[in-house]
């Protein structure tokens, strides 16, 4: 399963570009990093990731000490994403076409209605502001926040003298109205020829201004707004339709693109709008990462309401990446956690989707075979919805005659040991490789597996490097001297770091089983794992009856008809084969043993579990989305009372829970005759304690 991976990659490039942007020094654009975090809520979702162990989704966004904060009378929320990467509920990809498609037939649904008029407007990529006008007079800017509330930045909003402070003709009530911040691409351009030190973007460096504390000189910057939308009005008339308010914001005296948009009853109409858009995009004076296409009628806008995350008026449709050509200089071999060797592509810096790239990852050295690539070739670079920079296709146009494959190494670049091959990868085998020991502390120490309070990425490679440690009890071992004669490390930080070791101590089972990187074993399977022994003990046991082939222990993951799974839930024969084989091994045996002496928890944290009778023991599956609860939220619930939840739905299963648009297991659950429930019928069974 390729989404636990991917899963885990995203977290972490989310972390690491939060860490940047918090430093004051983003590498990519706020929209990609939206992106990332659409693509990680939205793989969590299909995962049925528990809510409490996702990332905040919140991330990067919150409020700037020194600002007053203020809620929101109504939430500033996200769009929900036409999304390239979307997939049905059988795993299929989805057209953007059927997403919309789907989208729009529900809206009809929803509001029984068979015509619906649609807008589509530029999605601008500034940043959102909220403001309040009385008496036609601007009364307060803030910021969008966290989405509850923002920052206020009146003062900013004034002095930039491109904001209306006055709606004309506007004598009496309130209005807020949401707007986009923008810098004109233009304006950017100028203003940042006479800085020193040249700001990333217009969007950052619109925020960076914005979020000035003194005012002065942000008239010069030439940073202006667009009015985009209502929030709510007290006294005042206004239009029924978005095109409408559009044209009277116009007529109020405000900035709009009431030029740039489309109005149709037909979603094939509306997609075809902003494909074509992409054309236009390049003429316009200020940058647009999409477009959003709404609902006109604003009347109906309450009766469709919204998530938490995104209102259901309206949908964005994003641009296709940026695609460049560059040169490829040369290829490296990296070294992975499990040994795994990653060719990299060495690039001819080119300029994409925000930031200058230079290493790009080439995947597999079967991948490399398959598109052909070749030293000296004029290779495509995209970022896609990913930060990663990726080679897209080589440009075989462009080819010259000295162009050279690559051949795979038969050795380790580090260390020499030579490579064995399984599937598609190519392995060094070598444990004590010094990269895989490097990348194996830093997972271990990571947020999702032990969590170890200030030990980052940097002093890990020092630890390893000038202090020895090459397993994971030896971080444990580490005293506060040491840690200190480190670069960059004062008395301080190494007494942080040592308390951030004593508390990781008492993590337990399954986070240390996510730490040591055991290939198949994500958080999730740590759990299941972790959930079912109970102690290291215990797993370490049966990890070698099942590997001295001991029928019974085989029995329990896989019994003897293939499609059933066995009492450890969701582990598969091949999978479980190779998970035990690793448990078995002399290196994890003695890291479990390591990380006994040195007083490591490895026995399993309870869940908490309040048993409900009706529930308890019962297999449920959910399918299609349900009124007011998110399926992992339902998952959690059914657990919390001692339920089990399956993906998928067979004879043991004793409840489908159904919401909208169920799927195929609605079928499967109808032909084997299970009980299919809905939601408030789940809700009652939970209550029934
Ligand atoms: P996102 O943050 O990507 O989920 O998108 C929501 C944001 O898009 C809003 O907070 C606005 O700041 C921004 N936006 C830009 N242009 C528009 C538009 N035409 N209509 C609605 N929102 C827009
Ligand atoms: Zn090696």
């Not at 940047?20 to 299909?46: C, H, M, N, T, W």
């Not at 498609?101 to 500034?126: H, M, S, T, Y």
């Not at 657990?639 to 799927?663: N, Q």
Request: proline share 4%; glycine share 8%; aromatic share 6%.
């Amino acid at each position: 399963m390729g989404g636990r991976k991917e899963l885990e990659q995203l977290t972490e490039e989310i972390r690491y570009h939060e860490a940047a942007y918090r430093a004051g020094k983003p590498e990519i654009p706020d929209s990609a990093f939206d992106d990332l975090v659409d693509r990680y809520e939205q793989l969590a979702d299909a995962l049925g990731i528990d809510p409490s162990e996702r990332l905040d989704a919140q991330l990067g966004q919150e409020h700037t000490a020194g600002f007053e904060t203020v809620e929101h009378r109504v939430p500033m929320l996200s769009l929900e994403k036409l999304s390239p990467n979307r997939r049905d509920s059988s795993g299929e990809p989805m057209p953007i076409e059927d997403q919309l498609d789907a989208w729009f037939r529900r809206r009809k649904k929803e509001l029984e209605i068979d015509e619906l008029e649609l807008i589509v407007e530029p999605k601008v990529d500034g940043i959102s502001v909220s403001l309040l006008y009385a008496r036609g007079k601007l009364q307060r800017a803030v910021t969008r926040g966290n989405g509850r509330s923002g920052d206020v930045i009146t003062k900013q909003v004034r002095r930039l003298g491109t904001v209306p402070v006055n709606l004309d003709g506007m004598a009496k009530g309130e209005i807020e109205i949401r707007g986009e911040i923008y810098w004109p691409l233009s304006e950017f351009a100028r203003f940042n020829a006479t800085l020193d030190k040249p700001l990333i973007n217009p969007r950052n460096g619109c925020a960076g201004m914005m979020k000035r504390k003194d005012p002065k000189g942000l008239e010069e910057t030439g940073i202006r707004s667009f009015f985009y939308q209502i929030a709510w009005e007290e006294g005042v008339a206004v239009p029924r339709t978005q095109g409408e308010t559009l044209r009277w914001f116009a007529d109020l005296g405000a900035e709009v693109y009431v030029s740039e948009v489309f109005e149709t009853t037909s979603a094939e109409a509306a997609l075809e709008y902003c494909e074509k858009y992409q054309s236009r995009r390049e003429k316009l004076d200020y940058d647009i990462d999409g477009m959003v296409i709404k609902i006109d009628d604003l009347s109906l806008y309450s009766h469709l309401g919204s998530t938490g995350h995104h209102p259901f008026w309206g949908i964005a449709y994003k641009f296709p990446p940026e695609r460049k050509p560059t040169k490829l200089l040369g290829i490296e071999v990296s070294v992975g956690k499990s040994g795994k060797l990653t060719p990299i592509a060495i690039l001819e810096p080119v300029f994409v989707s925000g930031t200058t790239v230079s290493r790009a990852s080439l995947h597999n050295f079967v991948e490399l075979e398959r598109k052909d690539v070749r030293i000296g070739d004029t290779v495509l670079i995209e970022k896609a919805g990913e930060i990663i920079p990726q080679v897209v296709e080589v440009d075989k146009s462009q080819r010259k005659r000295g162009a050279r494959r690559f051949v795979p190494p038969d050795a380790c670049p580090t260390c020499g040991t030579e490579v064995v091959s399984e599937e598609i990868f190519i392995y060094c085998p070598n444990p004590a490789c010094p990269d895989q020991v490097r990348e194996r502390l830093r997972h271990f120490a990571s947020r999702n597996a032990m969590d170890i309070d200030g030990m980052g990425a940097v002093l890990v490679d020092q630890v390893v490097d000038k202090l020895g440690v090459r397993a994971p009890d030896g971080l444990f071992r580490l005293e506060a001297d040491q840690l200190a004669s480190l670069e960059r490390m004062g008395q301080k930080s190494a007494e942080r770091v040592k308390a951030g070791l004593e508390a990781a101590k008492g993590r337990g089972l399954s986070r240390v089983l996510t730490g040591l990187a055991i290939r198949h074993v994500g958080e999730t399977m740590a759990e299941d794992l972790a959930g079912y022994f109970k102690t290291a003990e215990a797993l370490l046991e049966f990890a070698g009856r099942y590997v001295a082939d001991d029928d019974e222990a085989i029995e329990m993951v896989a019994p003897a008809r293939s499609t059933e799974r066995g009492a450890i839930e969701g582990l598969a024969r091949k999978t479980a084969d190779s998970i035990f084989h690793e448990l078995n091994s002399g290196a994890v045996r003695d890291v479990f043993s390591g990380l006994a002496d040195v007083g490591v928890d490895l026995t399993a944290k309870a869940a908490t579990v309040k048993t409900v009778d009706a529930v308890a023991g019962k297999t449920f599956v959910l399918t299609g989305t349900l009124p007011t609860m998110k399926r992992t939220e339902a998952a959690q619930k059914i657990k919390a009372a001692g339920g089990k939840v399956s993906g998928s739905v067979s004879k043991k299963t004793d409840y489908v829970v159904a919401g909208d648009e169920p799927g195929s297991k609605l079928d499967k659950a109808n032909a084997l005759g299970i009980e299919v429930i809905d939601e408030d019928a789940l809700i009652a069974l939970l209550g029934a304690g």
